[in-house]
């Protein structure tokens, strides 16, 4: 368990902060922005959670786990080195992307199929199941960004693709179902 007696420490006044290993990089760096964005989705997440409820509000708890376990797992470099560490470092395992994906094929069972592109909006829970999908997406871009220039547990990345389309999925099925859905319609105010 996590202890932390002293919020403040003063260490990062400089624009550097330290990582899961001990190494400390620019507050900037791509590892940073990556694990960033996992924090800032799963506080988007406790915002959706204020209009969820029942079976919704379980599986975003459990998400919201998941993604502190995202946040330790990009925040760890080196993973070569895993099998020396001192204490065995969190890594994001398959197991919770076959739980999303159960979850999506559950609640796509009774969902009809789009017949055009879905516009965020629709119940409060909808809009904010979005805003969560689309930080989802920002987090996968900025974690492929950093798989591009450092080693990063390809499960990682995997985990934010479907989680992405399980908020989408998640917001449908907030929106009645997908009957009260708000559509694209192309070229509507032309």
Aim: charged share 25%; net charge negative; hydrophobic share 45%.
């Amino acid at each position: 368990m996590v202890v932390l007696n002293k919020i403040y420490t003063r260490t990062g006044d400089k624009g550097d902060t330290a990582l899961g290993n001990g190494e400390r990089v620019a507050k900037h760096s791509a590892r940073v922005n990556a694990y960033g964005t996992s924090d800032e989705l799963n506080s988007f997440v406790g915002v959706a959670r204020l209009s969820a409820s029942g079976d919704v509000d379980d599986a975003l708890a459990r998400i919201q786990n998941d993604l502190f376990d995202l946040g330790a797992d990009l925040c760890r470099p080196d993973m070569e080195k895993d099998a020396d560490a001192d204490y065995p470092p969190l890594r994001m395992a398959q197991a919770q992307v076959e739980r999303l994906e159960a979850e999506i094929d559950a609640m796509n069972a009774d969902l009809a199929p789009l017949r055009s592109f879905v516009l965020p909006g629709g119940s409060a829970l909808s809009a904010h199941l979005h805003v969560c999908r689309t930080v989802a997406r920002r987090g996968e871009r900025l974690a492929t960004d950093l798989a591009t220039v450092e080693t990063i547990n390809p499960v990682a990345i995997t985990y934010l693709n479907r989680l992405s389309d399980w908020f989408f999925v998640a917001a449908r099925v907030a929106n009645n179902n997908g009957a009260d859905d708000v559509l694209w319609v192309p070229g509507a105010n032309r």
